[in-house]
C-alpha cells in the first residue's frame, strides 16, 4: 500500500455533535485511518453483559461516510470498575508484594486465567457487532503491552503458571535442579511446587531462575495477545491485526508477539524517550528539541522485523507530551520529520496521537494535532504538509534492503539486567552505538532476531553482547561469507545461563581462535584510552587467541581483533571509538558511504533517498552519484527538514 497518515480518536470523549466536523477536517488534512476504542470498555459494557454498542456503531458511522478507516482497538487495556469486583485477585502484584490498584489502566495480570477468559469473551462480542462494518479496516490488540511495568506479576496466578511451565519445560525437578545450579548455596528443590517466584529473597536469585522467570512471563504475553488474534481472524480473516508495542519496553520478546500479528505498530514519542532514556547530558541537550537521531530509526528498523516487513507508527508524538521529566516542545517542523523518516524505513501508515488533546484526565498536558478549543495546533499544518508530499512524490513501494544489519535479542536485554557484572552494561546499549555509528556513514542497516536462517546479501553482520548462541545463529554464521562482529562479552553463557566449557565466545577455534580468559568491569568515569583514538569505558576482556590483534587499548589489552573476515571486539567504547570499529569493518567490507552533515540521516525507500536534519541548525547536502535530483527540498536543508532525492534506476 502507499504510505498514508493516520490519527488516534476518542468519539467516547466528545460530544456526539462534534465527530462529523472532526471526521471532515480529518479527511481535510488527508488523513486516511483513525484509531478507536482501545480504552472504551467502561462505555461499551458499563456492567456485566449490558452492552451499549450503539454510539461505536454510529461513530464508526459517521467515520466512514468521509471516508476514513478504522482500526477498532480491542478495549482489554483498561478493564472496568466492575471487573475487580467480580476478579479480584485479576490485579497484578509488584516485586515488593504489593497488589496494584484500580484508577488507571493496565491494571491486570497476564497470568490470570478468568481474565483472560473475560477478554476472550468480551473480544467475540466486538468482532460480532462490529466486524463486518464496512469502515472497519483492521484490529488492534490490547494497547502498549508491558507500559507501566506491567509485564511481570508476583501473584498466586503467576506462581501457579510458573510451576506448570517449569514442570513442562524440565519434566523432573531434578533437571531443574541441573540446570539452574541449586547445588550452590543449597538451593535444591524436592518439587516443583516448592518453586518460587524471583523475588524477596535475601539477595539474589540463580541467574537462570531470573531468566525463566522472565521467558515464562514473555509467553503470557504471547499467549494474552494469541488468543484475541485467533478470535479476530476467526471473524474477518481478511482484516490485518496489529498491536502497537513500546519502545525500549524489552520485558517482553516482541519476535514472538509478532508472529501472530499481519502488522507490528510502535508509538514513537522521540522527546519522552530521550528525556526517560540512559543517554548523556550533552545528547539531551543538544537535541532536546528533536529527540536522539538514531532512536527513531533503530526502532523503526526493529518493529520492521517484528512484522515481517510490514509495520506502522500507531501513535506518533504531534507536540510536548505529559509522562517524561521534561516535555519540551519540539521545534517547528519536528512533527513532518518524524513521519517521513517512519515512511523512509517502510512505514505503511504513520497515526498521530491524538486528533484533539483532552482538557481532563492524566494526559490533558498531551499535545495532539488540535489544540483542547479544536484550534489547529502546530502539528497540524505539518501533517497537512506530509499528506502533501506523499500524494506529490508517489512514493510507495518498499524500503531497501540494508547492506548492513545487526542482531538485536530480547534475551540478551534480560540477561544483562540479571547480570550486568558492570553496571550500565546492556545489550541495547551496544546495539545502538554500532547502528548509530554506521547510520551516521549514510548506510542503510536491517535489524534481525536472533533466529535468522541467513545473512546472505549483507556486507557486515554485527551481533554485539550476545546472551547466548542458539542452533541456528550458529548455522546462520557458519554459512555467512561476508563480514561478521561479535562482542563484547557475546556467547559468554549457555541457554541455562552457565559459563559454557569453552569460554566466551564459544565458537570453534577454525572460525575464531579466541577464548576469553578474564574480564575486567571497569567504572565509566575512570576509562581507558585507545590507542589512536577512543576509549574504553565499562567492560574490556583479556583473551587468549592466535587472531590478530587489530586495535588496543594503552594498558595493552586487545580492543579490536580479526580471523579472516570475523571480527571479535573485546572492550565496550565510547562514540568515538565505536565509530572508529565501524568505519574500519566499512573500509575491510568496501562498503559505500555517504558524507552526511552532521546531525543528518537518511534511509532509502522505492527509488528515494530521503533525508532528515536532526540538527538544530541548517545543513548543506552533497549530492550522491546515484540522485538525479530533489523531488522535496533541496541541498540546503533546515534545522527540522526534510529533503528527498529521486535516484537513478538501476
Known sequence: MNPTLGVCYYPEHWPEAWWDGDARRMAEVGITFVRIGEFAWSKLEPTPG??????????????????????????????????????????????????????????????????????????????????????????????????????????????????GWLENKYH?????NEAWGNVFWSMEYNTFEQIGLPNLMVTEAAPAHSMDFRRYSSDQVVAFNGLQVDILKAARPDLPVIHNFMGRFSEFDHYDVGQKLDIASWDAYPLGHLYQGPESDEMKAQFLRQGDPDYQGLHHDLYRAVGHGRWWVMEQQPGPVNWAHHNPDPLPGMARL?????????????????????????????????????????????AV?????????????TTAKGRVAIVYDYQSEWAWQIQPQSQGFTHYAHVKAIYAAFRKRGIDIDILPPSTKSFAG???????????????????????????????RSGSKTQNFAIPATLAPDLPANMLDLKVSRVDSTDPRHGVLVKDGGAVHLWRERVDTRAEVVMEDEENFPVLLSQGKLFYLAASGDRALMQRVVDYLIAEANTPILALPAGVRCRVRDGFRVYFNYSATAATLTKAADETGYVVGDAEIPAAGVTVASLAKV
Not at 172 to 176: E, G, P, R
Not at 475 to 481: L, M, N, Q, R, S
Open 458 to 488: 549483507y556486507d557486515i553482520v554485527a551481533i554485539p553482547a550476545l546472551f547466548a548462541w542458539n542452533d541456528d545463529l550458529r548455522a546462520t554464521i557458519a554459512e555467512f561469507d561476508g563480514h561478521l562482529l561479535i562482542g563484547p
Open 172 to 176: 523432573t525437578v531434578d533437571a531443574l
Open 338 to 382: 518524524w513521519a517521513w523518516e517512519a515512511f523512509a524505513h517502510g512505514a505503511e501508515v504513520v497515526s498521530y496521537f491524538r486528533w484533539r488533546q483532552a482538557p481532563f484526565a492524566q494526559e490533558q498536558m498531551h499535545a495532539g494535532l488540535l489544540r483542547p478549543d479544536s484550534e489547529p495546533a502546530p502539528a497540524y499544518a505539518e
Open 385 to 397: 504538509q506530509v499528506a502533501q508530499e506523499l500524494k506529490s512524490t508517489g512514493i510507495g513501494g
Open 50 to 163: 449490558n452492552l451499549t454498542f450503539d454510539w461505536l456503531i454510529r461513530a464508526m458511522d459517521v467515520l466512514g461516510s468521509h471516508g476514513l478507516k478504522v482500526i477498532f482497538g480491542t478495549p482489554t487495556a483498561t478493564p472496568p470498575r466492575w471487573m475487580i469486583d467480580k476478579h479480584p485477585d485479576m490485579l497484578a502484584v509488584d516485586a515488593q508484594g504489593r497488589q496494584k490498584g484500580f484508577g488507571s489502566r493496565r491494571h491486570y495480570d497476564f497470568s490470570h486465567l478468568g481474565y483472560r477468559e473475560e477478554c476472550a469473551r468480551f473480544v467475540k462480542l466486538l468482532a460480532d457487532a462490529i466486524g463486518q462494518h464496512p469502515a472497519l479496516a483492521g484490529w488492534q490488540t490490547d494497547n502498549e503491552y508491558g507500559c507501566h511495568g506491567t509485564t511481570y506479576s508476583y501473584s498466586p496466578a503467576a506462581t501457579a503458571g510458573f510451576r
